[in-house]
């Protein structure tokens, strides 16, 4: 637990200087990063490592994604994908003894899905403004975050009917409720400490819609749930504890994000139509 503590301290200081820089394009290069280990670490739970052309191809491709300015997102995206699709049939002709084509569509949906789902905080960012899109990237991580921190400590308490037990057996559903409960609490208490916080220091006005964010965020924890799992089911089929061991306690870049992968992207959808946040 100490050692889960420790973790979680040194990643909420990295946390809190990369938001520092969530106005700049170093921002884009830290979200590309954190896409690149992320991608790294599923392409080795299913042994696509091993091939270093089928690895490098699709690390590349999702890193790229984040570093496109939104501007260019619309010429760009659509022939890059083309080539890179190309790119891994190649890799398949050519290495077809040791790797399948599985393996190559694993890798494909991958590289697609992490980028895609983390770089929706930059188009937040581009198209309503820092101010704003940082309020709905902090909801995003603190649904996720807390969703899962009250889950594990409900679930240690209390916890006796088994969620999915041969996907990850410690998950409960009392854990779940308890996760969704508590996470809802606490990312409403995050909401109102940036409402707080924009106004003390940076003279803004927030106009905060408490009612509908209260009854969007428990569907945005069941999200988490979901992403969590989904995660969850691949390491079971390999056989693996942790995706990596970068964060002591907590496992890899995966192990951390994996939630994260659902919620945001949910809550960019959700955003589309729906305004929770105006800075007046």
Known sequence: MKQRVISAIVALVILGAALALFNTYAFNIVVAAIVLLATFEFLHAEGCEKDHALTGAACLYAALIPLIPLRWVGSLFLPLSFLYIVALFLILLRHHERISALQVSFSFFISLLIPLSLTV???????????????????????????????????????KHKLSPLI????????????????????????????????????LTCEIRYGILALLLPLLSVAGILGDLSASVIKRQTG????????????????????????????FFIVRYITLFRVL
């Not at 960012?125 to 594990?152: E, Q, V």
């Not at 693996?240 to 809550?267: E, Q, W």
């Open 168 to 203: 990850s057996p410690k998950k409960t559903v009392e854990g779940a409720v308890g996760g969704i409960v508590g996470g809802t609490a606490c990312t409403l208490l995050m909401a109102l400490c940036y409402q707080w916080a924009a106004g003390t220091f940076f003279g």
């Open 240 to 267: 693996m504890k942790d995706y990596g061991n970068i964060m002591p306690g907590h496992g890899g870049v995966v192990d951390r994000f994996d939630s994260v992968f659902f919620t945001a992207p949910c809550l």
């Open 121 to 159: 905080s930059l188009y937040l960012r581009d198209r309503l403004g820092p101010a704003t899109a940082l309020f709905y990237i902090l909801m995003a991580l603190s649904i996720a975050w807390f969703s899962d921190t009250s889950a594990y400590f409900v679930g240690r308490a209390c916890g």
